[in-house]
T-cell receptor, first 116, second 115 residues
């Protein structure tokens, strides 16, 4: 079974600054996907970024980027130029490649507060 | 594309009654749908996975007779909470995926309050 750990229950950052959210996972699989989801106060889950484990290049989506360290089983999310709208819960998630039904395993979440 | 809706968004029911929550994929065919439960300030907990036309697969500790899941078509799955109790009060989220890729698309959630 896979486990996903987010060691920072809460974080805060000043608007326009950069913040990094940590995520580690444990798996014996060699081929898998990793995701970061955002859940704002509306509680709608929004996909922020995804990474295929076979790709060495770190994924980037505008202000969001990841630092994927496969050997260390680490998948951190960096948010640059933080905006007030980034205030939300952030969940790291794991999906085994080829898994029947594409099941996600979520971490416990990090609550991010962006301060003006 | 890839929009998932849930209905209702909020529901209040009395203890002992049953309540049905619908999850629809609006613009794609969902071969698999998932039901999650989320308590305040906690992560999403997978309750069950359902494939169209077959029985749902429930996670350990989830009572299948209490949480009835039906995936009757490629665009609709329903979760029925039977004989609801106050401890069933929670936020229920569905998601859907399609064969062509590995993403899950999430619905907006349903807040259930049992009085």
């Amino acid at each position: 079974a896979q486990t996903v750990t987010q060691s920072q229950p809460e974080m805060s950052v000043q608007e326009a600054e950069t913040v990094t959210l940590s995520c580690t996972y444990d798996t014996s699989e060699s081929n898998y996907y990793l995701f970061w989801y955002k859940q704002p106060p509306s509680r709608q889950m929004i996909l922020v970024i995804r990474q295929e484990a076979y790709k060495q290049q770190n994924a980037t989506e505008n202000r969001f980027s990841v630092n994927f360290q496969k050997a260390a089983k680490s998948f951190s999310l960096k948010i640059s130029d933080s905006q007030l709208g980034d205030t939300a819960m952030y969940f790291c998630a794991f999906m085994k490649h080829g898994d029947a039904g594409n099941m996600l395993t979520f971490g416990g979440g990090t609550r991010l507060m962006v301060k003006p | 594309g890839a929009v998932v809706s849930q209905h209702p968004s909020r529901v209040i029911c009395k203890s002992g009654t049953s309540v049905k929550i619908e999850c629809r994929s609006l613009d794609f065919q969902a071969t698999t749908m998932f039901w999650y439960r989320q308590f305040p300030k906690q992560s999403l907990m997978l309750m069950a996975t359902s494939n169209e036309g077959s029985k749902a697969t429930y996670e350990q500790g989830v009572e299948k007779d209490k949480f009835l899941i039906n995936h009757a078509s490629l665009t609709l799955s329903t979760l029925t909470v039977t004989s609801a109790h106050p401890e069933d009060s929670s936020f229920y989220i569905c998601s859907a995926s399609r064969d062509t890729n590995y993403e899950q698309y999430f619905g907006p959630g349903t807040r259930l309050t049992v009085t």
